[in-house]
């Protein structure tokens, strides 16, 4: 971006414009923006630094810190995964699903935190509702073991019934089996379900890559 005048503001106004032009313009986001006020009241605005009247009005750090909480959660996920490997892989054979499905969705629905408990009352590292719970285990819901066993036995049987489908399969366990037949055997139009299939999957096809990778 060259350097642009505005025409004059009070300085008071040169704040508030400035600020107002961070917040409302995503490409001036992307750089720093550099700022002075002439003799005459007039407002000058450039992306280049060096001049050392001009000084800084705006600045796109948020992006590069968004990134960087991302890549700590991977990171923290990452280590929790190795704490909990032994139970998935013992899940993965006891259900016949793949480790990387489960992790999948271990990694959505509560980020590998065992005592993860929604406003809707689902628990555990695989976010179980107390009556799918029973359904699939005598176990406690919030023991790792039997949250994980459950959840697996719990995908194994959505498999099943969706014929090894495995985006329908995954709708269904957000959503429950019945939302996915009462929309015709699609994912349901619930705007939750539509966005959390895709991340499962997401993490599901990254650590399939992974195992694969020599």
Do not use: W
């Amino acid at each position: 971006m060259r350097a642009r005048v505005l025409p004059p503001l009070p300085r008071a106004g040169f704040l508030i414009a400035s600020f107002a032009l961070g917040l409302a313009c995503p490409c001036v986001a992307k750089a720093q923006i550099f700022g002075a006020v002439g003799a005459d009241g007039s407002i000058m605005l450039t992306d280049r630094p060096g001049n050392p009247a001009l000084h800084l009005v705006v600045t796109s750090s948020e992006p590069a810190a968004r990134g960087a909480r991302k890549d700590n959660a991977a990171a923290s996920a990452t280590m929790d995964s190795a704490q909990y490997s032994e139970i998935i892989a013992e899940a993965s054979r006891d259900a016949r699903v793949p480790p990387e499905l489960i992790s999948a969705v271990i990694v959505v629905e509560s980020g590998y935190n065992p005592n993860a408990v929604s406003k809707k009352g689902a628990r555990g590292l695989m976010q179980l509702m107390p009556e799918t719970a029973r359904r699939f285990s005598a176990g406690d819901i919030l023991n790792p073991r039997d949250n994980v066993l459950a959840g697996a036995k719990y995908l194994r049987f959505l498999l099943d019934l969706f014929r090894d489908d495995v985006e329908l399969a995954l709708a269904a366990y957000n959503a429950g089996e019945n939302a996915v037949i009462r929309a015709g055997y699609h994912i349901p139009a619930y705007a939750e379900t539509q966005s959390y299939v895709p991340m499962v999957m997401a993490h599901y096809r990254r650590l399939s890559a992974s195992r694969s990778a020599p």
